[in-house]
């Protein structure tokens, strides 16, 4: 049965559910049967959702109940030049580097246009620096003991015992290492808040697997039993202090020193106006308001490359605990210099699985050169942070620097009067 | 000169800048001859990116420098159920009623059919109630005054004059409305949040120019000078506890009473299973986190609503803000009800404007019946903010549920043992 | 029966409990059979703490189990000078003025000699500035609805009827007005945020009479019934952002600005130095520790003063909310001069009821010209949060300086090598 | 010159300064002197604060410029009953065991009759299980960098060469020992956070000193310059996340799980009652408030047992993060027990040093028999914290019992109309 009216008019008779039609229909004719029902049931015309331009079946492992697509623009901008060759003896280097178009899907207006903006000053400005300063995807269990005696007796456990956990939560995988186990207690609760190294993969599903398997041995080994594997200290798609302080997916900073002149010619403004404006704004202002992002829009460029590149878009949560400073930075000629700087203490991406795979969202990372797996493992999801973080940079600089110089032009028109 | 080839030879060759194109040629020409310079720059080949299916030129408000789409699965989940009628005789009712299907476009697989899940139950459940509590889309901006005398004497001054401010800031707009000015002194800086009624539309642009008019006057009638139009205490797409506690967009909660029996044949669970994993997991875990989000994952439903329908989707970040309780209602029977509910702090939403208008997303909101203004202006908005939190509801359920119940399973299985 | 030995041996005895003593003996005798009776249970000579030197009975209010006193050394520092002429046509000046030695109670050496350190600078820079921004005691209680549509209707009412619950309010209290109620839901809880004006008390007690009574009225006219008195968005002696942002008791801020010379001559620094140790301390440094006190330490000053003039200790929690801003001002002639402020969200202060009235905290508050209420009603307590924040200002100055000397110091070391 | 009022006159006429008393008499002498210089000035009879009444030279260390002492009415509360005996095979037992009498000093009337109650209640349950579940002093310094290549270098640097850094600051100390050095990096800005096991000290000074004296070899190995011993990320009486999170001094947590009888008889309510009382306020309101402290008043007893004890006063902020749980648990018969708990997170607390040593401080100390240094070192700080715990575990039930009481007598009121 691969007629489209034929399936949706079962599923109106309540023959057939809603989310049963692909049992009986390759995944376009499905989605288009659903499509179907769904126009009748609303009165609608679904046409453009239905001009979707791949194969559904690509995106099974993404979606359920597919009706179509959201058309999404996307645009370019860049190049991003971010210095990556090793700065120091010791190897610290970073691991994107060179040029590299970023591509941004969004729908607010004047984004793209500043970003540019911002990295065009970079680039005059020699490229910026970026570095992943901490690795490592989190999830957290949570497990009921009867108190703290045999709070305190699990987390001795788990501490005297961490080899034998990540051996059972490696076995799980064949690239994810488990860096860390964490633990906290709150009366007759224990958290563990696992961390791992989980290469090019976002590796959220992959943080999940393996810690079930390390609940295992806890549950037989300890008091402890299970309640619920993510007990919110990982913790996902929540604004949480936990992720702001101790990072989660990639800590990443990117930063460039601008000369006085180009901070003038290209942004129209001063160092000091600029390093002012975020002082008061980013500084002031995010700690008046009880928040743990100390930034202007980082989490605009963010959405933005996470949408293009087919991460997981709520996880922008977490990308917005970023920290912007600008200070300017004299020199021995009285003038001054912009440092600027952007630190996303918690950005998670992937190069593989999740979005990566599905058709415009591989094209957007092969635009960056980094689809798939990188070379070692886990360079192509740092360099990706690394960009996204130099474009946040681009972003936080030409917003500063548009605030800054409107109100020098007040300023100016101030003294005219 | 219309040719695509031509075009981006004129960029590869530095006559032409790439953001430059849309000047020579129409939009999609713009766009194919963009894609065409990246493609050569970086050895790709955007074939998908280019398949777009709606004229470049209506993205014009959206995007800049743009090469194409990022296509990202849509499905739909429902139908939600919402009984929005009136239920008091002081008329608080829900703007949203009946029955509606909601689209959601995300990457992230599980998702649809878990909010399914949990939306059926509502449904059996009789459906679940909806409110708007709070309605404002904020905008702070930053002066500086010499010091704390000035900063007093100037909260004073706009504290006597609001009315002069509004209508100032109403002059600037046909449906905005202003509703209050909150100050905040730290030091010499000192910010106002100007806080809006902007109907139907999600009104951050709105709120902007309408503050930027009323900062002028303030400019000229106190010592305070503007910084920035931007102070962060507005604060937008930043994890704030200003928004978590004062709201920001629309304040929008949802609960439904799962009979027991439902909770067991559907959930297989009990409402004292699920209960006790919501309190460990997103009560005292994000107290542990330090957290401002108190919910599994209700970002994951409002950044695939966002996606579908148009919305700025970096204010996913806002919407995490987000209190989930689940408690066990005893009854004289002695057998437990599920008590459920969302209270969604910040969720900024609009049924005009953004990224509303383009072709998928327009028809999105039409699935929802949703498209435009609405009849009185903002009930549009705010029915939007209801069922969203339905869905979140249903997404808070679903997953709660699956922890309880695989617990509750291997429960079992101890006592098997 | 008042010999101490004998009511000792009583309650050895099982015949007396502990706190029956001062049933049948006066204050001082029960505390020294208390006393008795400890020494023996726990083999000790309590001495010193029975050498108190105030009738037992001026306590009553402050303590049960009395056995005698802690004695805290007190100092004193300053003078304290403050600028409180009014400075503005519309009449927004200080409530005090002039100079006032502050007494500081502590067992933290150094600590008064740093802040005098500072008095010092700031009186020679010609005293600093202080304004209490806001005043509001604050009392939330918690109702039970029965979910969102009660919520919002019962939200709707109080919003329609302040006036009544003012009226009932007030009715309890001869100084105390109410200011305002701000309404929260979150799922099937509805918060009040009750604001008083409590003149010159600290006003808890106050505040949380005036509400029971007002409680009452929301419970006979509304479906929300109580379930506590305080649903801790008070929020009382714990870190909370609703008291950061929105304040509670007084918001009070200080400043001064200090000529570069003399920075270099008595803070052997400059403007410069300080105002970055500042930033990346005060500012950076709290933005990545999820913090809400962006200060060095303030509560140190404010726990002292509190202990010297009778204030509630516990509520040196709220005082830490405290952001401290030091920048370098330009003059014409390249020189920078130094702009240093304290802004306290939520200074909880009075100079009438609570420990004000004992023996040494009385004469605390003499020493500063402000015991008991004040001429207007809570020009006292405005006065004393206003001295407290130059304090506070003082140690600021004091300790950034001292970092930066120290640093300038190293730094002119490295030069030497 | 040994008369103070030769030493206060010449005071008043320029030629000594108050701090400079100490060099010219005895310290008492010159305490009555510089009260001398203060009532005349302030037009003031200091009696009381001069009627201390233990050797002012004792108080050399804790203050400066001292004119007496503020007396604080002291009570005891108890016994308190600690279950503290081994309770596993790997030996995670508890410091403290036995019945306590605990030295509490306020001037909050019904505080200790709160307490007292609580903790009669918790004796009748057979006592409290408490731990300390992690313990580490912190300090944390800021250091600048050129940028983030070499702050990645630093880390990087610092990571490798633990050993090195312990061995310099563990020469400083002849107890302390470092446990951890955790790197945190901002722009240009890089934080080292120095955690130390510094036995029964509170340990600040110690933790400084030895941090000091690492810092000397991080800026001389590395490209990083010390901006400032602290860099708020230790983070010192402020209300940070990394405190509550990670734990600063001592997280100890307690609990007890009270029949259900005993919760009727003694607490007249029941554990339904107090779990939803606690539910609504400590959990969902702070949750609302935006919190880091999930409790009812913990800093009140905490503040209390700081004051008698000679703690330091400003570090009730810390003490403040506190999670507060109540919950019901159902027994086969159907009735509830009551299980509570509190998980004090940043609890700094020392049996040595400080104001321990102030007489009435030490006896407060002899009362609970931890006065110095415990066998093993860390002993008695771990046994003080725990008794502390139980001390606000007591006031929690206390309080929350009389919430819900009073709720449950209101009830029955509304059934009897």
């Given at each position: 049965?691969?007629?489209?009216?034929?399936?949706?008019?079962?599923?109106?008779?309540?023959?057939?559910?809603?989310?049963?039609?692909?049992?009986?229909?390759?995944?376009?004719?499905a989605?288009?049967?659903?499509?179907?029902?769904?126009?009748?049931?609303?009165g609608?015309?679904?046409?453009?959702?239905?001009?979707?331009?791949?194969?559904?079946?690509?995106?099974?492992?993404?979606?359920?109940?597919?009706?179509?697509?959201?058309?999404?623009?996307?645009?370019?901008?860049?190049?991003?030049d971010?210095?990556?060759?090793?700065?120091?003896?010791?190897?610290?280097g970073?691991?994107?580097?060179?040029?590299?178009?970023?591509?941004?899907?969004?729908?607010?207006?004047?984004?793209?246009?500043?970003?540019?903006?911002?990295?065009?000053?970079?680039?005059?400005?020699?490229?910026?620096?970026?570095?992943?300063?901490?690795?490592?995807?989190?999830?957290?269990p949570?497990?009921?003991?009867?108190?703290?005696?045999?709070?305190?007796?699990?987390?001795?456990?788990?501490?005297?015992?961490?080899?034998?956990?990540?051996?059972?939560?490696?076995?799980?995988?064949?690239?994810?290492e488990?860096?860390?186990?964490?633990?906290?207690?709150?009366?007759?609760?224990?958290?563990?808040?696992?961390?791992?190294?989980?290469?090019?993969?976002m590796?959220?599903?992959?943080?999940?697997?393996?810690?079930?398997?390390?609940?295992?041995?806890?549950?037989?080994?300890?008091?402890?039993?299970?309640?619920?594997?993510?007990?919110?200290?990982?913790?996902?798609?929540?604004?949480?202090?936990?992720?702001?302080?101790?990072?989660?997916?990639?800590?990443?900073?990117?930063?460039?020193?601008?000369p006085?002149?180009?901070?003038?010619?290209?942004?129209?403004?001063?160092?000091?106006?600029?390093?002012?404006?975020?002082?008061?704004?980013?500084?002031?202002?995010?700690?008046?308001?009880?928040?743990?992002?100390?930034?202007?829009?980082?989490?605009?460029?963010?959405?933005?490359?996470?949408?293009?590149?087919?991460?997981?878009?709520?996880q922008?949560?977490?990308?917005?605990?970023?920290?912007?400073?600008?200070?300017?930075?004299?020199?021995?000629?009285?003038?001054?210099?912009?440092?600027?700087?952007?630190?996303?203490?918690?950005?998670?991406?992937?190069?593989?699985?999740?979005?990566?795979?599905?058709?415009?969202?591989?094209?957007?990372?092969?635009?960056?050169?980094?689809?798939?797996?990188?070379?070692?493992?886990?360079?192509?999801?740092?360099?990706?942070?690394?960009?996204?973080?130099?474009?946040?940079?681009?972003?936080?600089?030409?917003?500063?620097?548009?605030?800054?110089?409107?109100?020098?032009?007040?300023?100016?028109?101030?003294?005219?009067?």
């Amino acid at each position: 049965m691969t007629d489209p009216e034929e399936l949706a008019a079962k599923v109106r008779e309540g023959e057939l559910r809603i989310h049963e039609l692909e049992e009986h229909a390759d995944h376009d004719t499905a989605a288009e049967a659903r499509r179907l029902y769904v126009e009748r049931e609303t009165g609608t015309d679904l046409e453009s959702i239905g001009d979707y331009t791949f194969p559904a079946e690509r995106a099974e492992p993404n979606i359920e109940n597919m009706i179509g697509a959201a058309q999404i623009p996307m645009g370019v901008v860049g190049p991003v030049d971010v210095n990556g060759e090793e700065t120091s003896s010791n190897g610290s280097g970073g691991a994107a580097d060179g040029e590299h178009y970023l591509p941004l899907a969004t729908t607010e207006g004047a984004l793209l246009a500043s970003v540019n903006r911002g990295l065009g000053v970079i680039r005059t400005a020699g490229g910026a620096d970026a570095r992943v300063t901490k690795n490592g995807m989190t999830r957290a269990p949570v497990f009921r003991v009867t108190g703290v005696a045999e709070a305190a007796e699990t987390v001795e456990w788990v501490t005297d015992n961490f080899d034998a956990l990540a051996e059972a939560a490696e076995s799980t995988t064949s690239h994810g290492e488990l860096l860390d186990i964490e633990p906290y207690v709150v009366g007759d609760s224990v958290y563990l808040r696992f961390a791992y190294d989980t290469k090019d993969a976002m590796g959220m599903n992959m943080a999940t697997i393996a810690t079930g398997e390390a609940c295992e041995i806890v549950e037989s080994e300890t008091p402890a039993s299970l309640v619920a594997l993510s007990g919110n200290l990982c913790s996902d798609k929540k604004p949480a202090a936990i992720n702001a302080v101790e990072g989660r997916g990639r800590s990443v900073t990117a930063d460039v020193l601008i000369p006085g002149e180009l901070v003038e010619e290209r942004l129209h403004t001063t160092a000091d106006a600029i390093a002012e404006a975020n002082t008061r704004k980013n500084l002031t202002g995010s700690a008046k308001a009880g928040s743990l992002g100390f930034n202007a829009h980082a989490a605009n460029v963010v959405a933005a490359a996470f949408l293009a590149t087919g991460q997981d878009e709520a996880q922008v949560v977490e990308a917005a605990n970023t920290i912007t400073t600008m200070d300017a930075r004299q020199r021995e000629d009285g003038t001054s210099d912009l440092y600027a700087s952007v630190s996303l203490a918690s950005l998670e991406v992937g190069t593989v699985g999740g979005g990566t795979k599905l058709p415009t969202q591989s094209e957007a990372l092969e635009i960056l050169g980094l689809r798939g797996g990188g070379e070692p493992a886990g360079s192509n999801a740092d360099a990706l942070a690394e960009i996204i973080a130099v474009g946040a940079l681009a972003g936080e600089l030409s917003l500063l620097a548009a605030l800054a110089s409107r109100h020098l032009a007040s300023a100016h028109e101030d003294l005219g009067r």
